[in-house]
């Protein structure tokens, strides 16, 4: 068994590496995702919202509405249809040509086995299917009229637009109802609060909860932040303040977001980066995001953009947290404490200890502590493998990782480390969906590698 699929010399975790989860079983989450979700959902819903463009757009060029199609048909097919190399793109740029490089060698020995949608691992065909939607509308042609469109547009909008009043309630209880928080020396209260709206800001996924205009004068969020403790299976938020109180004296560090979804989640990531900055934590925050629209509501630099722009525009009466939130919001981006980076490896299905370069080095000699959001990035933490789910975060995921780095996850996958039995068992008796409904959730911190401090020292030396 291949524990990488990049050869490369990057630290590995500290325990044998257990198979990668496959689709191949009825009656899993990764089964019915692949054999159905995907298709008569996703793809189904992403048709209803673009379809009249769609029907525009198709020219002598490029007939994108075939090119869905043969998608759909090979997703239908998915437990016979062998998976096969991406087309040739248009190469505009070194980048373009790198990445497509490098989903020719993830997919190469699934290619070779003759490996199907639903027998290669879950991981690689379900960012294929996001990766194949966008060769079918022609996102990086500039001669498609598809180019650079997002097709998952309209949902992120409604996402961002059905989910203010809980936004407003919950940017006003972290900001304004408890201001103390931010000059808090022990940063016991903030970190918390602030951790906590970020983590179950990610059960607000769309791609589970497609958001709608019904829901914009409700107060979901609050009922879930008020059972947020008894939801939490393991919480480091104890191990996560040390760190931070430490890079706090320290001046403040470089913190990064390795974000998710765009929506409601990203705004609570937004709020987690104000406080980062506000409580002198970090210096600077930076936002890790996707290169190309995945996943439905990922999160790409424009989305973060749109999110910032919309709120800054609400009406200050009606809206006050949301509309002091965007105007700060706006103020970060503009002195530097702000920034984005979007990066190809974030849309891509390679484990994390497989990170490329240059982001890998970036985030060694750089960042203070990154924070890792929502459930697939968690897979990707993971490799997307059947570990024990007691097996340490530390020893599967702090011993490779380039910087340390706090998981912030609601379980939505079958897949899982770091766990007591005992919170397992509790779960597993509560729900027989605990693994896959977001209603369970995880803090987890790990060292990293000290490769920085190993660099440092070796430099005064
Ligand atoms: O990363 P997120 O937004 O928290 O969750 C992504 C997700 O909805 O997609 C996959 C199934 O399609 C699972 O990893 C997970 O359930």
Not at 18 to 29: A, D, F, L, M, Y
Not at 150 to 166: E, N, V, Y
Not at 426 to 442: H, P, S, T
Request: proline share 5%.
């Amino acid at each position: 068994m291949f524990p990488s699929i990049t050869n490369n010399n990057n630290p590995l975790p500290n325990l044998p590496i257990p198979p990668s989860i496959c689709s191949t079983e009825p009656g899993t989450w990764a089964y019915d995702t692949m054999s159905r979700r995907v298709d008569a959902e996703i793809l189904q819903r992403t048709w209803d919202d673009n379809q009249h463009h769609w029907r525009q757009w198709s020219t002598e060029h490029i007939d994108v509405i075939k090119r869905f199609e043969l998608l759909r048909n090979e997703l239908q097919n998915a437990a016979t249809t062998p998976l096969q190399h991406l087309e040739k793109p248009v190469i505009t740029s070194s980048q373009r040509e790198k990445e497509y490089q490098e989903w020719q060698q993830i997919l190469e020995p699934y290619v070779s086995n003759k490996d199907t949608w639903l027998t290669a691992p879950w991981m690689v065909t379900e960012f294929l299917v996001y990766r194949k939607l966008m060769q079918a509308i022609g996102y990086w042609d500039p001669q498609s009229p598809g180019y650079q469109q997002d097709p998952f547009r309209a949902q992120k909008q409604a996402g961002l637009h059905s989910s203010i009043a809980s936004a407003e309630s919950v940017l006003a209880k972290l900001f304004y109802q408890t201001p103390e928080v931010f000059h808090e020396e022990s940063l016991e209260a903030g970190l918390a609060l602030a951790t906590s709206i970020a983590l179950w800001g990610n059960k607000m996924d769309l791609s589970l909860w497609p958001a709608d205009k019904e829901h914009r004068n409700s107060d979901i969020f609050s009922k879930i932040l008020d059972q947020a403790s008894q939801n939490l299976l393991h919480d480091d938020t104890q191990v996560l303040r040390h760190h931070c109180q430490m890079l706090k004296e320290r001046g403040g560090g470089q913190v990064d977001i390795i974000v998710d979804n765009a929506g409601f989640e990203l705004v609570t990531d937004l709020a987690l980066a104000h406080y980062l900055i506000e409580s002198g934590i970090a210096t600077t925050v930076t936002f890790q995001l996707k290169s190309h629209p995945t996943f439905v509501s990922d999160a790409l630099e424009k989305d973060l953009l749109e999110t910032l722009a919309y709120y800054e525009q609400l009406d200050a009466a009606e809206f006050p947290a949301c509309h002091a939130a965007g105007q700060k919001w706006r103020h970060f981006l503009k002195e530097g404490q702000w920034k984005c980076h979007e990066d190809n490896f974030w849309a891509q299905p390679y484990a994390m200890w497989d990170m490329t370069e240059p982001l890998r080095s970036d985030l060694v000699q750089r960042c203070d502590l990154a924070f890792v959001k929502g459930d697939a990035n968690y897979r990707r933490l993971l490799g997307d493998r059947i570990w024990d789910y007691t097996a340490p975060f530390q020893d599967v995921v702090g011993a490779y990782f380039p910087c340390p780095v706090c998981a912030l996850r609601t379980l939505k996958a079958e897949i899982g480390c770091g766990m007591d039995a005992e919170q397992v068992n509790r779960a597993q008796e509560l729900d027989d969906q605990w693994m896959v409904n977001g209603r369970f959730g995880v803090v987890h911190f790990g060292t990293g590698t000290h490769e920085r401090e190993e660099h440092s020292k070796a430099r005064n030396n």
